[in-house]
Antibody, heavy 120, light 109 residues
């Protein structure tokens, strides 16, 4: 059973870069068994897909965030990371890492989420 | 971008009754439609994918239906643990893109 654990700073200054890491257990980020995604949720609001990585090489991003987002793998640690540059208060949210089996298409495994606040 | 619109924003239903939640897509999403349940302080949980397929461990009282642009999640007999926020989501596999509705809060009447 795949499990996901997010780690990273909970506070980021405006204009700086947000960096989060998702550690995967029970599955390999290099295999084709799952898509690995990031989703965020501002407090009291809905869900926004940020982007995904597949087989450690194929990345796709939400067009609205594409210019600021990078998702990258660390296969030696079985992790994938989110980098979001030039953050503003609008990027304050609960950030989730998620996996979804291609055969399902939707997101069937969610990490616990981590709150990131953008503030000086 | 495909926009997903859920209605109503809030639904008040008594335990034991049926709840019907709606989701509309701005263009056809074929059968790539999922439903999630989110309780306070928890991550969302996948309930339904491919319009009507229940995810592992999801009780039979949850059912999904629809096609094209109009979709419905039905909870046949509400239990206390079903009161939560529900999101619909479309998932284009190519090009990959995932968008969510704004959510329906299901509350106890």
């Amino acid at each position: 059973q795949v499990q996901l654990q997010v780690s990273g700073p909970g506070l980021v200054k405006p204009s700086q870069t947000l960096r989060l890491t998702c550690t995967v257990s029970g599955g390999s980020i290099s295999s084709g068994d799952y898509y690995w995604s990031w989703i965020r949720q501002p407090a009291g609001k809905g869900l926004q897909w940020i982007g995904r990585i597949y087989t450690s090489v194929s990345t796709t991003y939400n067009p609205s965030l594409r210019s600021r987002v990078t998702i990258s793998p660390d296969t030696s640690k079985n992790q994938f990371s989110l980098r979001l540059s030039s953050v503003t208060a609008a990027d304050t949210a609960l950030y989730y890492c998620i996996s979804g089996a291609p055969i399902i298409g939707a997101f069937d495994i969610w990490g616990q989420g981590t709150m990131v606040i953008v503030s000086s | 971008e495909i926009v997903m619109t859920q209605s109503p924003a809030t639904l008040s239903v008594s335990p034991g009754e049926r709840a019907t939640l709606s989701c509309r897509a701005s263009q056809s999403v074929s059968s790539t439609l999922a439903w999630y349940q989110q309780k306070p302080g928890q991550a969302p949980r996948l309930l339904i994918y491919d319009v009507s397929t229940r995810a592992t461990g999801i009780p039979a009282r949850f059912s999904g239906s629809g096609s094209g642009t109009e979709f419905t999640l039905t909870i046949s007999s509400l239990q206390s643990e079903d009161f939560a926020v529900y999101y619909c989501q479309q998932y284009n596999n190519w090009p990959p893109m995932y968008t969510f509705g704004q959510g329906t809060k299901l509350e106890i009447k």
